[in-house]
């Protein structure tokens, strides 16, 4: 409901052949274990984050912003001397939402469950969920009232309870709110 959407990307090649000691599906990890072994992944191989805004998500929906932020985290890997445009792309999931955001269309496989099933799909999952935990820790500092350092911008009672007492901010996705809120910011 706040915040933006953030995929992770990470690239590995055929020569790796060991994996982080621990690595899975960032929703299988608690969150000390996910800090712990994010600057684990960064060493491991390159990885990226992109995001897309809650006005973004607002104004495009939250599919094409997937494809938005993984296009602008391909792009930080490309920057980074990965070539991008030989690779294949495992997406997690049964649908491909990242060419429709491409002009270069790229070699990409869907897999249901690739985040459980495949290490570079967890590790991307991993940076990316470390990542975005930390901007809603940081915004908590600006709006403690939603209680997001804990529930890092979803649905949670108190979050619910402040989109009522005091409104939404500029971090929400408006579209995403249904409680009648009596201020913006």
């Known amino acids: 409901m706040a915040g933006p959407v953030m995929v992770g990307v990470c690239a590995i090649t055929s020569s ?16 000390p274990k996910r800090e712990k072994l994010a600057p684990v992944l960064l060493l491991w191989a390159p990885t990226a984050v992109g995001a897309a805004s809650a006005a973004e998500i607002d104004e ?12 602008r985290a391909l792009i930080a890997l490309h920057e980074a001397g ?7 792309v495992l997406l ?3 649908h491909d939402w990242l060419n429709p955001a491409l002009t270069s269309k790229l070699r990409v496989i869907t897999r249901v469950k690739a985040d459980q099933d495949c290490a570079v799909v967890a590790a991307a999952s991993v940076v990316a969920k470390v990542e975005r935990d930390a ?6 500092d600006e709006h403690p009232e939603y209680g997001w350092a804990s ?3 979803y649905g949670a009672a108190i979050h619910m309870d402040a989109i ?5 901010t500029l971090h929400h996705r408006q579209t995403w ?8 910011e």
């Open 16 to 31: 790796i052949t060991d994996f982080p000691t621990g690595l899975r599906d960032s929703k299988m990890l608690s969150a």
């Open 60 to 71: 495009l929906g939250i599919t094409a912003c997937l494809g938005l932020a993984a296009k």
């Open 82 to 88: 990965v070539r991008v445009g030989e690779s294949t």
């Open 92 to 94: 997690d999931g049964a």
């Open 135 to 140: 901007l809603m820790v940081e915004l908590h």
């Open 151 to 153: 529930n890092k911008g």
């Open 164 to 168: 009522r007492a005091v409104g939404v």
């Open 177 to 184: 709110v249904k409680a009648p809120t009596e201020r913006n």
